[in-house]
């Protein structure tokens, strides 16, 4: 990485819980905050941005994402999961290969740059191709290997080494922008066995796990009809769980579960319009969050939501509390925003690099433009007009690891309209094939 | 009005359960569709407008709005109706004047018109200000004076007097756009009296009424104490309801009051985000639906959403309907389509001027650019595109009664800026007086 500095002068930082009411400086040396105050003067550096009349926030981190599946937006909607799974995607899902797997990953990488996430976590098949697209569009991920065996050993064995080959390969690659997980697709489609043995791989390599649990009430029947447990019982009856642990969806959750995830200080994924959209339920979030379990943020794949908008979700997911529990007090839009950002790097393992905007940590950066017609007047309530007022087009600035990703607007890394082209051609392709 | 001809080349028609998958051209003279077909040859027009690569559908519709309080975007959150109301929006409105209620009204007119929305229903104070802002910004609306009298007789008479003048002063203004409605707040609010003399003006001048009804639980409880009746039931025994009443929220429906509501053909306008935010409850719409009920959608106020971005709100309510009932086939986004067209059009008795694009029809227009990185690619059902993955930002042009509002997102009749600057200092100055 060659030598940079980015001074952005005038820009209100909003910190999840933390905000100072008066515009502040803040000069970005490499892939570092360096310095944050009331004044920096300094005016040998390779670029200004003004953001005046402009939000800084820590880029938002999205912990649950299949990011490649962005190719089969609005492919099949109004279904149950089992439907939509069984029918529509995994047909389709048969023909993909790496180039399709990359090309979904690129048309998604723009749609997180444009609407404000610098980093995600991805489950999904030809992850070295995801890893590809990552790298060359700048932004941040955690990238894990959606393993399955339905019991069959054989399998087992292959999908373990290709996990295991996607950490040798890619971890830590691309500046340190990308690290790698254990994916083990489920507790209803990965057996016993693997899981333990991703138990076991996690804990001598220092690896995080990444995992669906509990999305549907049919799992928990499924799962507690076969092994009697439900299905975080059966989890840490196996000793799988850990803070190591993200699990995503975590919909339909007994007392003593939530109880077992405080315990082991298990990580939650929430993914509140995938749990709509398929009809699967409402986590009880506010009860998570009064146990001090620590609730992070996601869009699910976009085929299943259909956009990969964080800003969105974390509305989504803040009226959805409300309205579930008939609290109009939980889950405020400062819970919301932490969710967004800081829980999402504590999930993911990354509080020391990225979540906040502080000197030391990582410069994942964006700016939102106020001065917009959905956000007007501003309140001087910041991260309301954030997560109830603005979306994903509000991002007018987006950067990830010191490097500009988006400028008022306009993307640096990634060919827009190249990428647009060569999706629908690869969706296209992919329809025939079936 | 000075003749207008506009020609709309190669644009995608979607229609609420209608779609021609061929693009076409639509010819607009004045105000009006006058001819829609796949080849369109006539050069001799003022403007023509290339759809390549858009989507074009009818202007939205949004049944129950406060336009003025978009001032008060932000101003309190996390509360519930009563603190929220209380303690927090009627001590800011104790202070305003017809002056704010303009500028709040432009505010909310250029947030509508970026979005889509051509149509809206709004109930408020100082109308005739709002109706100036409606003048000036060229979109269509119905509005209402919102009439409360808490059973104090002159109150009473003052306050439908001022309906009345709102009726005279401003139906039919502005090239017809604007219609004048009733608008007797609420059941709580309103005396049996107000609720029954407003019956009759409207019987005898053919005015249609717009209501709050069924917002929170506290108001079945405290219509139900009052009158041994819940709130349908009882406006139903003093002979209020009928086809022209549009009741926004109807969150609390007993089975006896949706039998009423399909007997009366009362119409509902549905405020998803807005019954989240404030945890009033869950509308019980697709069950409205499955009863031939004509149900539309609306933002309600800015301050309790908070934003009109009527493309998110139907994505919410399509989203709430599926996982309240865990049917995930439930509303579709077909369905929900046609509660933001031709079921808002119906409700507000504008079923032969606007909510599908027809030869006949007002031309009230928008163009959806799908070249956009939340919508490629670009899936064979475009309802699902458009109630799913967009956001109200993806909307590129509004064209309103024959009238360009917008073009490739620039504002015609309004400036925006200018407005932002006043709608900022008129809030600094309502807060002020506090």
Request: proline share 3%; with cysteine.
């Amino acid at each position: 990485m060659e030598n940079n500095t980015i001074l952005i002068k005038n820009a209100l930082i909003l910190n999840p819980n933390n905000f100072i009411n008066k515009p502040q400086d803040i000069l970005i040396k490499n892939d570092l905050i360096s310095e944050i105050s009331d004044e920096i003067t300094d005016e040998n550096v390779d670029k200004i941005i003004d953001a005046t009349e402009k939000i800084l926030l820590p880029g938002l981190v999205n912990t649950h994402t299949h990011l490649s599946m962005t190719l089969f937006r609005g492919l099949a909607d109004d279904l149950s999961l089992d439907e939509w799974l069984n029918d529509n995607i995994w047909p389709v899902e048969a023909n993909l290969n790496g180039y399709y797997c990359y090309i979904g990953a690129l048309l998604g990488a723009v749609e997180l740059i444009k609407s404000g996430t610098t980093t995600f976590s991805d489950m999904y098949f030809y992850m070295e191709d995801v890893a590809k697209a990552i790298e060359e569009s700048g932004i941040r991920a955690v990238l894990s290997y959606g393993m399955i065996d339905f019991g069959d050993e054989e399998k087992r064995k292959a999908e373990i080494e290709e996990n295991l080959q996607l950490y040798k390969n890619c971890h830590n690659t691309a500046d340190g922008r990308i690290k790698v997980f254990f994916g083990p697709h489920s507790p209803y489609t990965a057996s016993e066995e693997l899981l333990k043995e991703v138990r076991k791989l996690a804990d001598e390599n220092n690896i995080g796990i990444h995992i669906h649990v509990s999305e549907t009430q049919k799992e928990i029947n499924d799962v507690s009809s076969e092994k009697g447990l439900r299905p975080f019982e059966y989890l840490d009856s196996i000793g799988f769980l850990g803070p190591d642990v993200v699990c995503a969806h975590s919909v339909w959750l007994s007392d003593n579960e939530i109880e077992i995830i405080k315990e082991k200080d298990v990580k939650i994924s929430h993914n509140p319009c995938s749990n709509m959209k398929l009809a699967s339920g409402i986590a009880p979030v506010s009860k998570l969050l009064e146990n001090d379990i620590c609730v992070a943020i996601g869009t699910d794949g976009a085929s299943s939501n259909n956009n990969l908008d964080l800003i969105e979700e974390l509305k989504t997911a803040s009226l959805l509390q409300k309205v579930a529990t008939l609290d109009p007090k939980v889950l405020t839009s400062d819970e919301s925003l932490a969710m967004g950002t800081i829980n999402g790097a504590r999930a993911l393992g990354l509080e020391d690099e990225i979540g906040t905007v502080e000197v030391g940590k990582k410069a994942d950066l964006i700016l939102i433009d106020t001065n917009s017609a959905n956000m007007v007047p501003d309140s001087s309530n910041l991260s309301s007009n954030i997560i109830y007022s603005a979306n994903g087009s509000n991002v007018d600035t987006t950067i990830c690891n010191g490097q500009i990703l988006m400028e008022n607007r306009k993307l640096t890394t990634l060919d827009e309209q190249d990428i647009y082209k060569k999706a629908r051609e690869a969706l296209d392709e992919l329809k025939k094939a079936i």
